[in-house]
């Protein structure tokens, strides 16, 4: 009995270890995404992110001197708070950190009653004070308010703004976020472009999937045919024309040019879905409700759009995914004068002007939406792709 | 005695027809009112469909024959002495302009480090890649009791953008030039005493390190279609199987692979089409220089950042021409699907 259980378990090892080791792989890189956009920026820079599950060596020698007073993360005393670069840029050697903890404090000693540290002690305390290391004690949302301003200053938002040390631009108030260069305003921007363009497409493939499915005229299934070929014409054969036809009707940078654009080219799946799901419901329905003297349109609002709600659920996944996520649309179309998140972000890639801190922190606040729809409606989404051709 | 061929055999046709869903039954006759009624249900998606869809592929095929702003014919920016197409210059440059022809060794290898050369490699490894790891990872899944988390894990790229999936894997290849490494991959390496690597930019193991993103993002997709098939099969032929002792691995090639073949044939033309209009990655990691350029990317490059319309245009055409084969073959299913139910 037990020994048919370990063996049964012996048997299962390898299928646990490469199922394991897989769903490592595949979490591991966003786990390190997410703990990075934590992390202060000093410590981003100077070690990996797997650091912050290394024992808290607390500096050593600066838990044993120093943190009774300034405390573990330097800022217990705010007119000698170790955090401040300025402070810290002082004493960049043991020789000078000794120096100064020689000296009196208001007539006190500095250590107090406390020895003094050895050389090679200071020399590490001077090298933890200066890595900034003080401060990756704890994980901090500062990158994530850098991120949602755009700020782009000495030090962090809000330090900067603390110490009245902000670019002109900036007014440290809740209008920062509005700032053209953050991921707040393209929040706003994401959310405005990707609702209507979720929206069109649903209401009009409801539209002709209904007549595909339920009603007759000449050329249905040529129409059909045709529609599922359109389905993989690739974007980048139709940006050029609609492009220069918006650069001619003063469209491009408009909301409304990228909402009929993403309406447009999400129609083929769209109607294909909302055709196959409409044609499985069944044909008493209609016809007992057109034996009642319903009209089409009748039909339409009372059976076809509450019935149809699982496909609409599918598709408006599907959709929403699809455009939030788009990152040619918005660069050809919105470019910068309306930027989304995913132009936002491909920006601060290419133009290297932000850390890791901010750009961890910006991906994690684009990827936030789509995750809690995604997980919390996974069901429908999985449908949706199983129920034929897939968009991609 | 069976043996799991005969099995296949005997399974395979049956099985291998998509159980047909019901849909499209004749239009009732009460309803075939008002000739005019089905064509307003259609007009709305028509109208931006031929305005979205159609007529810019026509006025792409038009463009791709013109100069670089669409004012003349492309044959008016030839120049004396060099190769000439005439109306077809652009193709010659989309077609040849990567190609050195001096020699074929030259040839050869200016080819797979060319957009064209890159995208066979993408398209060859990432489905590859995507297939094989959905497939595996949908088999072994179904025997352990956390299946839903580690399907739901496989499958949690799905919701990234690629910009974001870019963002997330540059930082595990990062390169740092001191002595401390914040990049994962690298940190793994200098810990085992090895010597970093600069991932995106040493030629030629970019190309790969972008791809194994792609599958990365896309392994999910395979797995939850795969895993959808494999629920499919019986499981009194893989019980019959397995009684007559076939082993496990038997079972899967001979047995679950032959059943879902049809699946897996839908799966790798979704992928590849995926593949070869895939831009955003490519895009945001390397930009498409140190040789990672990609057909999608290098037609985004003429287009938007050389701006040169009619250059642009061709590349978009070649694109088209290289999916044409996948849309002959999607309408085809879409007929066999129809003449089934």
Redesign the interface.
């Given at each position: 009995m037990n020994r048919e259980r370990v063996n049964k378990l012996l048997n299962?090892l390898p299928?646990?270890v490469?199922?394991i080791f897989?769903?490592a792989?595949?979490?591991?890189?966003?786990v390190?995404?997410l703990i990075?956009s934590l992390r202060p920026p000093e410590a981003?820079?100077?070690?990996?992110?797997?650091t912050v599950f290394a024992p808290q060596n607390a500096g050593g020698p600066y838990a044993t001197y120093c943190a009774e007073c300034h405390g573990a993360d330097g800022r217990a005393l705010p007119q000698a708070d170790l955090t401040n670069p300025e402070l810290i840029a002082k004493y960049p050697r043991s020789l000078q950190l000794l120096a100064m903890l020689r000296k009196d404090i208001n007539g006190q000693p500095h250590m107090g009653d406390n020895p003094l540290p050895s050389a090679q002690e200071a020399a590490d305390i001077a090298a933890f004070l200066r890595e900034g290391e003080v401060k990756g004690a704890g994980l901090t949302f500062n990158n994530y308010v850098d991120a949602l301003v755009g700020y782009r200053g000495r030090s962090t938002y809000t330090a900067d703004c603390a110490a009245g040390t902000q670019p002109p631009d900036i007014k440290c108030n809740l209008q920062d976020i509005l700032n053209p260069r953050g991921m707040g305003r393209a929040f706003i921007n994401s959310l405005l472009v990707t609702l209507p363009a979720t929206f069109l497409p649903i209401?009009?493939?409801a539209?002709?999937g209904?007549?595909?499915?339920?009603?007759?005229?000449k050329g249905?299934?040529l129409?059909f045919?045709l529609?599922?070929?359109?389905?993989?014409?690739?974007?980048?054969?139709?940006?050029?024309?609609?492009s220069?036809f918006y650069a001619q009707v003063g469209l491009n940078g408009t909301f409304l040019g990228v909402w009929?654009?993403h309406?447009?080219?999400g129609?083929?799946y769209a109607?294909y879905l909302m055709?196959?799901f409409l044609?499985?419901l069944p044909?008493d329905l209609?016809?007992s409700a057109?034996?009642d003297g319903a009209s089409?349109w009748t039909a339409?609002r009372q059976l076809v759009i509450p019935l149809a709600m699982p496909a609409i659920a599918s598709l408006g996944i599907f959709q929403f995914?699809w455009v939030?996520?788009?990152?040619?649309v918005s660069?050809?179309f919105l470019g910068g004068t309306t930027p989304v998140m995913?132009y936002q972000?491909?920006n601060m890639?290419?133009s290297l002007g932000s850390g890791?801190q901010v750009?961890?922190a910006?991906?994690f606040l684009?990827?936030l939406l789509?995750?809690i729809?995604?997980?919390s409606l996974?069901r429908y989404?999985?449908r949706g792709?199983?129920a034929g051709?897939?968009k991609? | 005695m069976a043996t799991p061929q005969d099995i296949s055999k005997t399974v395979t046709p049956a099985a291998v027809r998509k159980r047909p869903v019901k849909t499209s039954a004749p239009v009732p006759e009460i309803m075939k009112q008002g000739g005019l009624v089905p064509w307003l249900y259609l007009l709305p998606a028509l109208i931006v469909m031929a305005f979205f869809i159609v007529y810019p592929m026509i006025n792409t095929i038009g463009l791709s024959f013109s100069n670089k702003d669409g004012t003349a014919s492309a044959a008016t920016t030839c120049r004396e002495g060099n190769p000439c197409w005439g109306v077809f210059e652009n193709y010659r440059y989309a077609l040849t302009a990567e190609f050195n022809t001096s020699s074929p060794q030259a040839l050869w290898s200016s080819f797979w480090s060319s957009s064209y050369g890159n995208t066979i490699k993408w398209i060859v490894v990432m489905v590859f890649g995507t297939v094989s790891v959905g497939l595996g990872f949908a088999v072994l899944a179904d025997r352990v009791k956390y299946e839903a988390l580690a399907k739901a894990i496989l499958f949690m790229p799905m919701a990234i953008s690629f910009v974001g999936a870019g963002v997330i894997w540059k930082f595990v290849y990062d390169y740092g030039t001191q002595q401390t490494q914040v990049g994962l991959l690298n940190a793994i390496i200098t810990s085992l005493g090895g010597k970093p690597v600069a991932w995106l930019s040493t030629i030629p193991i970019n190309t790969y390190a972008i791809i194994l993103v792609g599958i990365w993002i896309w392994s999910g997709f395979c797995m939850t279609i795969l895993a959808a098939a494999l629920k499919s099969v019986p499981d009194e032929i893989l019980e019959a199987a397995r009684v007559d002792g076939a082993t496990e691995w038997t079972v899967f090639w001979r047995i679950m692979v032959p059943i879902i073949l049809p699946t897996i044939t839908v799966v790798v033309t979704t992928m590849v089409i995926n593949v070869l209009k895939l831009f955003d990655l490519v895009y945001v990691m390397t930009g498409g220089n140190f040789q990672t350029d990609v057909i999608a990317n290098r037609m985004y490059t003429e287009m938007y950042k050389n701006f040169n319309v009619g250059r642009g245009t061709a590349i978009a055409v070649v694109l088209v021409v290289a999916i044409i084969p996948f849309i002959y073959y999607n309408v085809r299913r879409f007929l066999e699907q129809e003449a089934t139910r």
């Amino acid at each position: 009995m037990n020994r048919e259980r370990v063996n049964k378990l012996l048997n299962q090892l390898p299928t646990h270890v490469i199922i394991i080791f897989t769903m490592a792989v595949w979490i591991i890189p966003t786990v390190g995404l997410l703990i990075t956009s934590l992390r202060p920026p000093e410590a981003v820079g100077n070690t990996g992110w797997w650091t912050v599950f290394a024992p808290q060596n607390a500096g050593g020698p600066y838990a044993t001197y120093c943190a009774e007073c300034h405390g573990a993360d330097g800022r217990a005393l705010p007119q000698a708070d170790l955090t401040n670069p300025e402070l810290i840029a002082k004493y960049p050697r043991s020789l000078q950190l000794l120096a100064m903890l020689r000296k009196d404090i208001n007539g006190q000693p500095h250590m107090g009653d406390n020895p003094l540290p050895s050389a090679q002690e200071a020399a590490d305390i001077a090298a933890f004070l200066r890595e900034g290391e003080v401060k990756g004690a704890g994980l901090t949302f500062n990158n994530y308010v850098d991120a949602l301003v755009g700020y782009r200053g000495r030090s962090t938002y809000t330090a900067d703004c603390a110490a009245g040390t902000q670019p002109p631009d900036i007014k440290c108030n809740l209008q920062d976020i509005l700032n053209p260069r953050g991921m707040g305003r393209a929040f706003i921007n994401s959310l405005l472009v990707t609702l209507p363009a979720t929206f069109l497409p649903i209401l009009f493939a409801a539209f002709a999937g209904y007549a595909f499915a339920w009603l007759d005229f000449k050329g249905r299934f040529l129409l059909f045919a045709l529609l599922v070929g359109l389905q993989v014409v690739p974007l980048q054969m139709t940006l050029v024309p609609i492009s220069r036809f918006y650069a001619q009707v003063g469209l491009n940078g408009t909301f409304l040019g990228v909402w009929l654009f993403h309406t447009g080219f999400g129609m083929p799946y769209a109607i294909y879905l909302m055709r196959n799901f409409l044609g499985t419901l069944p044909r008493d329905l209609f016809e007992s409700a057109y034996l009642d003297g319903a009209s089409h349109w009748t039909a339409f609002r009372q059976l076809v759009i509450p019935l149809a709600m699982p496909a609409i659920a599918s598709l408006g996944i599907f959709q929403f995914l699809w455009v939030w996520n788009d990152l040619l649309v918005s660069l050809v179309f919105l470019g910068g004068t309306t930027p989304v998140m995913t132009y936002q972000i491909s920006n601060m890639v290419t133009s290297l002007g932000s850390g890791w801190q901010v750009l961890t922190a910006a991906a994690f606040l684009s990827m936030l939406l789509p995750m809690i729809v995604f997980f919390s409606l996974q069901r429908y989404f999985v449908r949706g792709m199983l129920a034929g051709a897939v968009k991609g | 005695m069976a043996t799991p061929q005969d099995i296949s055999k005997t399974v395979t046709p049956a099985a291998v027809r998509k159980r047909p869903v019901k849909t499209s039954a004749p239009v009732p006759e009460i309803m075939k009112q008002g000739g005019l009624v089905p064509w307003l249900y259609l007009l709305p998606a028509l109208i931006v469909m031929a305005f979205f869809i159609v007529y810019p592929m026509i006025n792409t095929i038009g463009l791709s024959f013109s100069n670089k702003d669409g004012t003349a014919s492309a044959a008016t920016t030839c120049r004396e002495g060099n190769p000439c197409w005439g109306v077809f210059e652009n193709y010659r440059y989309a077609l040849t302009a990567e190609f050195n022809t001096s020699s074929p060794q030259a040839l050869w290898s200016s080819f797979w480090s060319s957009s064209y050369g890159n995208t066979i490699k993408w398209i060859v490894v990432m489905v590859f890649g995507t297939v094989s790891v959905g497939l595996g990872f949908a088999v072994l899944a179904d025997r352990v009791k956390y299946e839903a988390l580690a399907k739901a894990i496989l499958f949690m790229p799905m919701a990234i953008s690629f910009v974001g999936a870019g963002v997330i894997w540059k930082f595990v290849y990062d390169y740092g030039t001191q002595q401390t490494q914040v990049g994962l991959l690298n940190a793994i390496i200098t810990s085992l005493g090895g010597k970093p690597v600069a991932w995106l930019s040493t030629i030629p193991i970019n190309t790969y390190a972008i791809i194994l993103v792609g599958i990365w993002i896309w392994s999910g997709f395979c797995m939850t279609i795969l895993a959808a098939a494999l629920k499919s099969v019986p499981d009194e032929i893989l019980e019959a199987a397995r009684v007559d002792g076939a082993t496990e691995w038997t079972v899967f090639w001979r047995i679950m692979v032959p059943i879902i073949l049809p699946t897996i044939t839908v799966v790798v033309t979704t992928m590849v089409i995926n593949v070869l209009k895939l831009f955003d990655l490519v895009y945001v990691m390397t930009g498409g220089n140190f040789q990672t350029d990609v057909i999608a990317n290098r037609m985004y490059t003429e287009m938007y950042k050389n701006f040169n319309v009619g250059r642009g245009t061709a590349i978009a055409v070649v694109l088209v021409v290289a999916i044409i084969p996948f849309i002959y073959y999607n309408v085809r299913r879409f007929l066999e699907q129809e003449a089934t139910r």
